[in-house]
């Protein structure tokens, strides 16, 4: 009879890490530029007419049967346009375009080793020595 060693065998289990890739929305923004109508104020001259009575002399003639000329005066009304010269301000709008840096967030993985004791079976040999006499 003889004692043969049993072997065992047990299954480790393996863990397997894998790197995955996520797309990661990103953000755009968009300027629009609007125009805005300009709006201005002119002063407009106006002109307004006003009569006014005027006195006219009156001559009075004596006959003397002396020719002289006769001179009357008179007062005229005289209108003056004059033309005005205005300062209209003026608005500017000046647009300056400011670039924004974009932040991006990325998640990185974080590795960790942990080591786990595994038993290896050992095999012992044991010799027995069996004395058989030779005839």
């Given amino acids: 009879h003889i004692h043969v060693p049993v072997q065992k065998q047990r299954q ?5 890490k894998q790197q995955k890739f996520v797309d ?3 953000v755009q923004i968009i300027d629009k530029v609007v125009e805005v109508p300009v ?16 006195e006219v002399p009156q001559i009075e003639y004596v006959d003397h049967h002396i020719h002289v000329p006769v001179q ?13 010269f205005v300062d209209v301000p003026q608005v500017q ?5 400011v670039e924004v840096p974009v932040q991006k967030q ?3 993985p974080m590795i960790t ?12 040999y044991v010799d027995h020595h069996i004395h058989v006499p030779v005839q």
Wanted: proline share 9%; net charge positive; glycine share 0%.
């Fill in 12 to 16: 480790v289990v393996e863990v397997v």
């Fill in 24 to 26: 990661v929305p990103q």
């Fill in 39 to 54: 709006q201005k104020q002119v002063q407009v001259p106006m002109i307004t007419r006003v009569q006014k009575p005027v």
């Fill in 72 to 84: 009357k005066q008179r007062q005229v009304v005289e209108v003056v346009k004059q033309q005005k």
């Fill in 93 to 97: 709008i000046i647009d300056k375009v």
């Fill in 106 to 108: 990325v998640q990185v």
């Fill in 113 to 124: 080793r942990v080591q786990k004791p595994v038993e290896v079976p050992q095999i012992e």
